[in-house]
């Protein structure tokens, strides 16, 4: 090859790379001028549960207890949180009580739901799935 082809090759690569600065910086723009800001996301709550939604919720609720023993939230912030349905919601909220890894209750009036989990039932889901990991590599 030519020293002047190998010059349009270096040029080339560098253009794309500035088009593809371009395209992240538009992309961050618009992310940051709707608001929509990155939600805590654990993959190994949606294997514990089985269930990809189950898992974001799970994940959004150990970010927010980590701060507090015990904290509340409604149903509609949720639902904006994290993009679900109110049946989705409500679907992933009855899979991780009937898990028991969550506790909710409705207090207060007007009622506000507050959720707490169950750190000794996560830790053994977790514990129990890691182990089954690695049975599955040692056949």
């Known amino acids: 090859m030519t020293k002047k082809s190998n010059q349009i090759k270096l040029k080339d690569k560098t253009m794309k790379r500035k088009k593809d600065d371009i ?11 709707f608001s929509d800001k990155p939600i805590f996301y654990y993959p190994i709550c949606a294997k514990i549960t089985d269930s990809i939604t189950a898992g974001i919720l799970l994940s959004q609720i150990v970010y927010w207890g980590q701060n507090y023993s015990e904290f509340y939230k409604t149903d509609k912030s949720f639902c904006e949180e994290l993009s679900m349905g109110l049946y989705e919601l409500k679907g992933a909220k009855f899979k991780l009580k ?25 830790i053994q889901y977790i514990t129990k799935h890691k182990e089954s990991q690695k049975l599955k590599r040692n056949d």
Do not use: C
């Open 98 to 122: 009937q898990m028991g890894i969550i506790k909710i209750q409705r207090k207060g009036m007007p009622a506000k739901t507050h959720y707490k989990i169950n750190i000794n039932n996560l």
């Open 23 to 33: 395209k992240q910086s538009k992309l961050k723009h618009l992310f940051n001028t």
